[in-house]
């Protein structure tokens, strides 16, 4: 099995920085592309920002430009790093990965991390 377990989640006012990080343990599996999304009260799941194996990157319109996700793919680590943070950023946010594990690929998930921006 792969986990992932994501951390540096926080309270912070209009315009501050966070970072989040998300490391995957288990054996035997390799990680394909790795996200970050996210779900605010009352709303669906959405994508955040995504990263291929090979480090080709996309973003959500809303955070594209305010936001940067990065990976160490040697240590099985995530990292999303947010600037401007903005109110509408609340949300819960999880860690995603598409690994290949067991003969197959499927995606995992963490157990989510609460970002509130703070007006």
């Known amino acids: 099995q792969v986990q992932l377990v994501e951390s540096g989640g926080g309270l912070v006012q209009v315009g501050g920085s966070l970072r989040l990080s998300c490391a995957a343990s288990?054996?035997?599996?390799?990680?394909?592309?790795m996200g970050w999304y996210r779900q605010a009260p009352g709303k669906q799941r959405e994508l955040v920002a995504r990263?291929?194996?090979?480090?080709?990157?996309n973003y959500a319109d809303a955070v594209r430009g305010r936001f940067t996700i990065s990976r160490d793919s040697a240590k099985n680590t995530g990292t999303l790093q947010m600037y401007s943070l903005k109110p509408e950023d609340t949300a819960v946010y999880y860690c995603?990965?598409?690994?290949?594990?067991?003969?197959?690929?499927?995606?995992?998930w963490g157990q989510g991390t609460q970002v509130t921006v703070s007006s």
């Open positions: 990263i291929s194996s090979g480090g080709s990157t």
């Open positions: 288990g054996s035997g599996f390799s990680i394909n592309a």
């Open positions: 995603n990965a598409n690994a290949y594990y067991g003969l197959r690929n499927r995606d995992y």
